[in-house]
């Protein structure tokens, strides 16, 4: 089992940027994946961004390439999503995740463990 905890959501201006972060309790699995994935009302989860175990590999959706970047620290059982350049269009509730089985995943379903979320609303 895993718990994951995001903080770093809030209001924010067009243009502006937000620092997400995501914890968790140290695991009896290893090589585990992380996912960033977000939900806005009415619409279905849509990816964000994940990052392999040893942060060598990252993936991101389309709509946040380029603005977005995740990271990790292992030891510190963090993750965080860099967040610039944000746009009404991102605001929606954030959530992290987890996969036990360290694939670098788009698919949600392949994310054994949540987080609760953490929301994000940009507006002027």
């Known amino acids: 089992q895993a718990q994951l905890t995001e903080s770093g959501g809030g209001l924010v201006l067009p243009g502006g940027s937000l620092r997400l972060s995501c914890t968790w309790t140290?695991?009896?699995?290893?090589?585990?994946?992380v996912g960033w994935f977000r939900q806005a009302p009415g619409k279905d989860r849509e990816f964000v961004a994940a990052i392999d175990w040893a942060s060598l590999k990252t993936i991101y959706g389309d709509s946040t390439e380029g603005r977005f970047t995740i990271s990790r620290d292992n030891i510190q059982y963090e993750a965080y999503l860099q967040m610039n350049d944000l746009e009404p269009k991102d605001t929606a509730t954030y959530y992290c995740?987890?996969?036990?089985?360290?694939?670098?995943?788009?698919?949600?379903?392949?994310?054994?463990?949540w987080g609760q979320g953490t929301q994000v609303t940009i507006s002027s």
């Open positions: 140290e695991l009896s699995f290893t090589m585990y994946g």
């Open positions: 995740a987890m996969d036990a089985a360290g694939r670098l995943s788009t698919l949600a379903g392949e994310y054994n463990f």
